[in-house]
């Protein structure tokens, strides 16, 4: 028979390995940055409701410089699609990524917690590149680690829309 302790300790230990909040597909989700090159603050909840891109990225990520030209090239095909790149770097080294890439879509700058961010879209190795597509309730409907491509990217879209 266990006693109170041991109990405690388990119900403890459970709730050290599932933290609480942890990502749920099921949420709606929201965010407010700065935008890297106005720094005016944008507010995902504040805007209509649309499919929306999510492209989290840092400055010291090859693989994430790599797919900045896919997500134009999405971006561009995609025009009712809201996408956005979000910088998990600082704002002065993300203003001058984007000028150098000149990328055609928004970009912002997480001020915050990138780590905690990631896994608040269920990325709980907190790795880089890392897209993420959400419905136009900001419901997550798709998302992936790692590189992209613009096949997968409308292959992602095509599934959510049905």
């Excluded at 002065?92 to 915050?112: D, H, I, S």
Aim: with cysteine; proline share 6%.
């Amino acid at each position: 028979m266990m006693n109170i302790g041991k109990i405690s300790l388990v119900v403890l230990f459970y709730f050290l390995a599932f933290p609480v909040g942890a990502s749920d597909k099921n949420t709606e989700h929201d965010f407010s940055f700065p935008d890297a090159v106005s720094g005016k603050e944008f507010e995902l909840g504040k805007q209509p409701a649309q499919w929306t891109l999510l492209a989290f990225w840092r400055v010291d990520c090859a693989p994430c410089i790599v797919d900045m030209p896919v997500l134009a090239d999405f971006s561009a095909k995609n025009s009712n699609i809201r996408t956005l790149g979000i910088s998990l770097s600082s704002e002065e080294e993300t203003r001058q990524q984007w000028q150098k890439m000149a990328m055609p879509f928004q970009t912002l700058v997480n001020t915050g917690f990138p780590g905690e961010l990631l896994e608040e879209y269920g990325n709980e190795s907190r790795a880089v590149p890392f897209t993420v597509l959400l419905k136009p309730d900001r419901i997550i409907c798709w998302s992936v680690v790692g590189k992209i491509t613009l096949e997968k990217l409308q292959s992602a879209l095509q599934q959510c829309q049905h």
